[in-house]
């Protein structure tokens, strides 16, 4: 029923590409890294970010639900990639298919391991949520609104890595150097490939109204469905600690850690959210190749954050 209906309302959006290419030939090559972290359980600190549970608990939610965004994103891109007749940017659109696919692979094993009952997170019912939810939902949409969510969700995790590298001591609050590697590498992939499906959207449709439509589903997965499916977790976990004041007083410094509008990770970076509406807006208004060159050369190089766990880097040819 949604989906038919949604089928109908694409078709009124008609594809306008009036997209000025650039030369992707000048860009950085993308790598595909492949990490072998082997998470264990009883290992993984439910107080990781900044010291705190809740804003813990937000990110271990993300982690549950971006898997399935990262199988959206894979999807669509693969069906794409043979329109794009660009070879180099066929080539990033096969080193974001690549990069999504580790990311989620660990992430999965990540979830796997706070499913353990020293960490007692509901990963079962929120896979079960999930699959359901885009399986009867989101994956049955058509391939325009499909490509326009891609570029949307691709947007959120920018946003977020963008954030992460400007705040890298809230990675260090722990001793987890297994879920601070994760996420470290992580954000530094979403930043360095966050212009391929915007680029791909912009050169296969370029309708701004189903790109905003694109972008209000993330918006409304990524601020509404995760944060409240986080607050059921605690009372799925461990319901008594609820009882106490310590629970209180971590909830609400969490609640502020991700949404308070001064520095919390979603709050202080609203307005370039919404930047994203702006009719030409481009991922790379927001210059974050500085960064990315800095957390490159320390995550990566010997003692760094990410190197202890990577076992191999393989970059895909372009086919002419
Ligand atoms: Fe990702
Ligand atoms: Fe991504």
Do not use: C
């Not at 359901?132 to 499909?146: A, G, T």
């Not at 030409?280 to 190089?301: C, G, I, R, V």
């Amino acid at each position: 029923m949604i989906t038919t209906a949604v089928k109908k309302s694409v078709q009124a959006f008609k594809s306008s590409p009036k997209f000025e290419q650039p030369d992707y030939a000048l860009k950085q090559t993308i790598p595909i890294r492949h990490l072998a972290i082997g998470f264990e359980g009883q290992e993984i600190d439910m107080s990781f970010y900044m010291n705190n549970q809740l804003a813990t608990i937000f990110f271990a939610t993300l982690s549950v639900f971006l898997t399935y965004g990262e199988d959206l994103v894979i999807e669509t891109a693969r069906f794409h990639r043979d329109m794009v007749n660009d070879p180099v940017l066929k080539q990033r659109v096969t080193s974001l298919i690549g990069q999504e696919a580790i990311h989620s692979k660990l992430h999965n094993e990540f979830n796997d391991a706070i499913a353990h009952e020293a960490i007692n997170y509901p990963v079962a019912l929120y896979r079960f949520l999930g699959e359901k939810f885009f399986d009867n939902i989101f994956l049955k949409f058509p391939q325009p609104l499909k490509l326009s969510m891609m570029a949307g969700i691709e947007h959120f995790t920018a946003v977020l890595a963008e954030y992460m590298m400007k705040h890298e001591k809230n990675f260090y609050y722990s001793d987890d150097a297994k879920t601070r590697a994760m996420w470290m590498w992580h954000m530094l992939e979403e930043s360095e490939h966050k212009d391929i499906a915007y680029d791909v959207y912009q050169l296969l449709n370029g309708n701004y109204s189903l790109r905003a439509a694109g972008f209000f589903i993330a918006l409304g997965t990524i601020l509404g469905l995760i944060p409240f499916s986080t607050l059921f977790v605690p009372m799925l976990r461990k319901p008594k600690d609820m009882l106490t004041r310590k629970f209180w007083k971590d909830a609400g410094r969490g609640v502020s850690l991700i949404f308070s509008p001064k520095d919390g990770v979603f709050g202080s970076t609203m307005g370039q959210i919404f930047d994203y509406l702006r009719p030409d807006f481009h991922p790379n208004d927001h210059d974050t190749s500085a960064y990315l060159e800095y957390y490159k050369d320390k995550l990566l190089s010997e003692g760094g954050a990410i190197a202890p766990y990577l076992i191999k880097t393989f970059t895909p040819p372009v086919r002419h």
